[in-house]
């Protein structure tokens, strides 16, 4: 077995071998190291290798296996971390000149969750300040590149562990999602990204406890390494008030029997949201009948997204103003601009701005909730378009409609976000230049499990599914 073929394996497939004693968690985080060292000076995936402490899990990961002792669901698989989450002993800037040489003494939960399940933390993966933005760039450490084409985004803010997975550089990725910061990156590169229930993945630590807009969650090659990668890190915990318990086992035995036979399906291509450009409709309009040769009942349909503009901008600036805004009097020139213009708009909002927001976001819901007592999924394009020039901070028109705002493009996405739905994208195909087009599939009020079944039967009749990009 080359040491191309442990770069690309599932992580599944690397849990069995680990266990068979066929291959060792050594063999593999070496090999994923030198596969960081040569490609990713191309592409800046990672902007911290802790080179040192992988290998020193990774023996201690060979030894507990060779002992024979009870193994975690991810005993030996190498993971990356986003550098908006904290590792301890690791560095963790948030992608901010504010926190350039910082080295938090503690792990986030997340991180617990997956060094506890035996996964080996490669390093910190790039992102743009503090996750704000679709393009992943930032002034520490400059700009991470499509491994489809140099010359383009990777999406954000989850940019960097997507183009890790893309390009061999691990199998899993941890990663957060705000407005589409899983599946953005996740469709420009080709991978899977699960953004689910807020609460479902428990979040510490965070100065906004009580918040239902962003999530952490799985980033992987694979529907099934996602399920796999979900099972270890979902669950309640006292420190995070709006988490809850779930039985992990059902992620699980979802991949293992995918179906969409019976469903109802519905497909839009747009949402009612956002302007999609032509190729990203014309690769994704293979889907609904794709699904409908698996057994579903597909019909063209998509819930009332009315005020869905509002309910973001609103929310995105209050959330913004309360997590960043005591940063601004002495950080304000080092800080990118786009953000600290979101915390500023946050600061002019009134009592009655985010009544109304709450009001919006609450009917909106109930449209959405009575949507699915017809429907058992929606599946639409996870972009608008396709990635566009990395050196673009974000695109300002959308099938040659202008965008009103910077986060216009990304409504396809964020309208999951608002109303609080698990989505995942999956590869639905590739536009006429070769890049990755990806498929949005969202499934009701906590339904992961249906939603990953879906996925993993989609994934399983595509034979182009897992194509690596030319790097």
């Not at 939603?451 to 897992?466: M, T």
Request: glycine fraction near 10%; charge should be positive.
């Amino acid at each position: 077995m080359t040491a191309a073929d442990l770069c690309f394996m599932p992580a599944a497939a690397l849990v069995r071998l680990f266990r068979r004693k066929t291959v060792s968690p050594l063999e593999v985080t070496r090999a994923v190291l030198d596969r960081i060292e040569a490609v990713n000076p191309l592409l800046n995936a990672y902007c911290t290798v802790a080179t040192d402490s992988a290998l020193r899990a990774a023996r201690a990961a060979e030894r507990a296996a060779m002992r024979g002792e009870r193994l975690g669901l991810l005993h030996g698989v190498p993971v990356s971390i986003k550098d908006l989450t904290e590792t301890k002993g690791i560095r963790t800037t948030w992608g901010s000149k504010i926190f350039e040489n910082h080295i938090p003494a503690e792990d986030a939960l997340v991180v617990e969750r997956l060094r506890a399940a035996g996964a080996i933390v490669l390093g910190k993966t790039n992102t743009p300040e503090f996750g704000s933005g679709a393009n992943t760039y930032n002034a520490v450490f400059g700009a991470t590149r499509n491994p489809w084409n140099p010359k383009l985004t990777c999406g954000g803010s989850t940019g960097g562990g997507a183009v890790a997975l893309a390009t061999g550089m691990g199998p899993l990725a941890e990663g957060s999602d705000l407005g589409g910061s899983l599946r953005t990156p996740a469709a420009f590169c080709g991978v899977v990204g699960f953004r689910t229930s807020p609460g479902l993945v428990a979040v510490h630590p965070t100065p906004l406890a009580w918040d239902t807009y962003g999530v952490h969650g799985p980033m992987a090659r694979t529907v099934g390494d996602t399920a796999l990668m979900l099972a270890a890190i979902a669950g309640p915990d006292p420190r995070a008030p709006i988490s809850y318990p779930v039985d992990p086992r059902e992620f699980l035995r979802a991949v293992e029997r995918p179906s969409v036979r019976g469903l109802r399906i519905a497909w839009s291509p747009d949402l009612g949201v956002c302007p999609v450009d032509p190729e990203i409709r014309r690769v994704t309009a293979t889907a609904p009948r794709l699904f409908e040769r698996l057994g579903a009942r597909v019909g063209a349909a998509h819930p009332d997204f009315s005020g869905v503009l509002d309910v973001v901008l609103l929310s995105r600036g209050a959330r913004q103003a309360a997590a960043h805004a005591e940063k601004l009097a002495k950080w304000r020139d080092v800080m990118q601009e786009s953000l600290v213009k979101n915390i500023e708009y946050g600061l002019t909002l009134t009592a009655d701005d985010i009544g109304r927001c709450e009001r919006l976001r609450t009917a909106l819901w109930h449209r959405v909730r009575e949507f699915y007592a017809r429907w058992d999924l929606i599946i639409a394009p996870t972009t608008a378009i396709s990635p566009f020039p990395v050196e673009l901070p974000f695109p300002t028109d959308v099938a040659g409609k202008p965008m009103t705002s910077y986060i216009e493009w990304l409504l396809p996405t964020y309208c999951f976000t608002v109303v609080g739905v698990p989505a995942i994208t999956v590869p639905c195909g590739f536009t006429g230049d070769g890049l990755p087009v990806g498929l949005q599939i969202a499934g009701p009020w906590r339904g992961e499990a249906r939603v990953l079944r879906a996925a993993a039967a989609f994934e399983a009749a595509q034979p182009w599914a897992h194509l690596r990009p030319p790097i």
